[in-house]
């Protein structure tokens, strides 16, 4: 009889959570739903209009995050102005008391953006499978847990069932070996995978990110790399949980305690790939080979290093690229051949469930440190949580933002969507810590450029892009 | 869920990869707590200026195209962010069919929760469907029960589906309803994962 050939980490979580197969589909049994304002107010509606209950509040939690204003948020709710986001954040509000869902609501301290609060409450562990109607929930991988966002029709599903109908995807490993040059950090590895494998490169694979550079990033380091593994397409991103995932959960609210930490502890440390588990696709990158790296245009995949130049659309092989790049370069105002440190920037956002967390708003404090903000560019910093702009101010960190010009403000989404008054106003130009350089993204003709926290913190200072090595 | 059985309808061209979901349905409309009433929406600031007039060139602005029932796109369509008001938005438009040479995942998943058919063909399929849509006749015929897209110009393209999910947007089937006939066996799961997983019960 032949050996059966290793597991890898997503093939494990999978198999841990298939319920039953249906019709060719497992039914995958879920352990936490993490839901918002946004994407659940039609589910909510479907259950009602079904007569069905929600099968498991205990495994759900609420927050708001899309739309809350990042100042005044001790107000509440009803002094939110805009008319269709206070409905919506009152809908939920509605939802989560009728079906007795645990909710951490505005202007409490726990509220942050659902990615940034997940972690750091605890309830993200290792070997789960988590949802939210929100695509960076592949941010949770990060812990191990196979995380990825669904659409509003599955949310009212696994409120319903507590599962998803789901077909297993292909497995992916990325391997980023060595160590990165000073200034290059997770949020560069991430850019430079999606550059390299494109937008599309990821569809129907779950990533499993492997390699001593990403041994050696910690949790919100692997946070920000799992969150843009959706801008590859993938379904999901997974780092393996090792001592680094443990010493983060230790002591969190959800965590376990006791004998239960225990036995979690020794259930968690099964979730790895086996050695002689096989890969549909495995690609390798040299950490130290990795630049600085910022967008160019309007799609995650075009990243170039802060040294290079701003690409031609003749650089590109098929009809609809080069189209895609000539809308590109008229959308974002720039011209083939420029460099990109010529591009200035009108705004500076350090924020998102992308780079909002405490070693983030660290990083760019020490680029900022002792530094001013460009006369002419708004600069802001939109901590992830409550707790995470507690922590900062304990730490001192408001008053280097605030000494050197940036705003200071409380959490939530904030600019990254412009679902809430945060927006990058018309042909303004924004270095930018968030996801997605989208038309219309930061705000309707908005110019965003992707980059990590310290590229953004020394772009605030320049006026321009510029290369954080010469601020470091 | 609609069904969808077979659509003869005009196809119109968005030659331009990467088309994210932003596009598609704009952050604005997300406030909304309803499902209908979305069309309005679609391809907003493709369609508008910012003064909220209509852009004239805009394919679906275009007298030829108005109807249109089926989109042809770049690769890649529907990518970014999960928003379920995408394929709200394409229906609500009387959009029932996008072909393209790929989807993101989330976006295509979205699809058959709302009976809107993703259909993936070759680069070179796709291109020529491009083409002819752009020329006077524009009328394609997408016959899901033969799994093939009738070209304006008569050739037909056949392509692939998974047999389930195929077979679940004929019928309109509630995924639900579904589910929760295997209830005996969610709960059966839930039992043993509480005795395997004891933490995870009391959080």
């Given amino acids: 009889m032949r050996p059966m050939p290793g597991k890898t980490l997503y093939d494990k979580i999978w198999d841990a959570h298939v319920v039953t197969l249906q019709d060719g589909e497992a039914i995958l049994y879920i352990d936490l739903h993490l839901i918002h304002e946004v994407t659940t107010p039609q589910a909510f509606a479907g259950l009602r209009l079904a007569k069905r209950p929600v099968r498991r509040p205990d495994r759900t939690l609420a927050v708001a995050d899309h739309n809350v204003p990042t100042e005044g948020q001790a107000l509440g709710v009803g002094a939110v102005a805009d008319e269709e986001a206070r409905l919506q954040l009152q809908t939920l509000e509605r939802n989560v008391k009728d079906y007795g869902i645990e909710f951490f609501p505005m202007g409490d301290v726990r509220n942050g953006i659902v990615h940034v609060v997940g972690p750091e409450q605890g309830r993200t562990q290792p070997g789960m499978t988590i949802v939210c109607g929100d695509s960076h929930t592949s941010t949770h991988g990060a812990f191990g847990a196979l995380a990825h966002g669904i659409g509003t029709s599955e949310v009212e599903h696994v409120l319903a069932t507590q599962t998803l109908r789901q077909t297993k995807a292909k497995n992916f490993r990325v391997n980023i070996e060595g160590e990165p040059i000073p200034g290059v950090g997770a949020k560069d590895f991430a850019l430079a995978v999606i550059g390299a494998i494109g937008t599309a490169g990821g569809t129907g694979y779950v990533i499993e990110y492997a390699g001593s550079a990403v041994r050696a990033l910690s949790m919100e380091g692997r946070m920000t790399l799992c969150n843009l593994t959706i801008e590859a397409g993938a379904r999901a991103g997974l780092v393996a949980p090792d001592e680094t995932t443990f010493a983060y959960l230790m002591g969190r609210p959800s965590a376990p305690k006791g004998g239960a930490w225990e036995m979690a502890l020794s259930y968690w440390k099964g979730f790895s790939t086996d050695p002689d588990a096989q890969f549909d696709r495995e690609i390798t990158l040299d950490a130290a080979e990795i630049a600085p790296l910022v967008t160019w245009g309007t799609s995650p995949e075009d990243v170039i290093a802060v040294s290079d130049r701003v690409p031609a659309p003749e650089d590109f092989a098929s009809p609809d690229k080069r189209a895609s790049a000539v809308r590109a370069l008229e959308y974002m105002g720039l011209d083939a051949g420029q460099p990109i440190t010529e591009a200035r920037v009108d705004v500076v956002f350090i924020g998102s469930c992308t780079n909002s967390r405490i070693e983030d708003l660290r990083a760019a404090a020490k680029v900022v440190e002792g530094r001013k903000v460009s006369p002419s560019v708004r600069a802001m910093v939109v901590p992830g949580s409550g707790l995470v702009r507690a922590q900062a101010e304990d730490e001192g960190l408001d008053e280097i933002f605030l000494a050197a010009g940036f705003e200071w403000r409380e959490p939530g989404c904030s600019m990254c969507l412009a679902m809430n008054p945060d927006k990058v106003p018309p042909g303004q130009r924004c270095a930018s810590t968030s996801n997605r350089n989208f038309e219309g993204r930061q705000g309707r003709a908005g110019r965003t450029h992707l980059m990590s926290p310290v590229m953004a913190a020394a772009a605030a200072i320049a006026g321009h892009i510029t290369d954080v090595r010469d601020y470091l | ?203």
Wanted: net charge negative.
């Fill in chain 2, 1 to 203: 869920m609609d069904a969808f059985t077979r659509l003869d309808a005009k196809i119109a061209p968005l030659p331009l990869a990467n088309i994210d979901t932003d596009q598609i349905i704009p952050k604005q409309f997300l406030k909304t707590v309803e499902r209908e009433g979305l069309a309005k929406g679609l391809f907003y600031d493709l369609r508008f200026d910012g003064e909220g007039k209509e852009r004239p060139g805009f394919v679906l602005n275009r007298p030829e195209y108005k109807g249109a029932g089926v989109l042809v796109a770049g690769d890649n369509f529907g990518c970014g962010s999960s928003r379920e008001h995408a394929p709200w938005a394409l229906m609500d438009f009387g959009i029932r069919c996008v072909v393209s040479t790929s989807f993101a995942d989330i976006f295509y998943n979205n699809c058959f929760q709302n009976g809107l058919l993703p259909v993936v063909l070759p680069a070179e399929q796709v291109q020529a469907l491009m083409e002819e849509a752009k020329g006077g006749n524009h009328l394609v015929t997408v016959d899901l029960e033969a799994q093939t897209v009738l070209s304006p110009a008569g050739e037909t393209f056949h392509f692939e589906i998974d047999p389930v999910r195929k077979e679940k947007m004929l019928k309109g089937l509630d995924a639900i309803g579904e589910t929760l006939q295997m209830a005996a066996d969610i709960d059966t799961y839930e039992m043993r994962r509480a005795l395997d997983r004891p933490w995870l019960e009391d959080a």
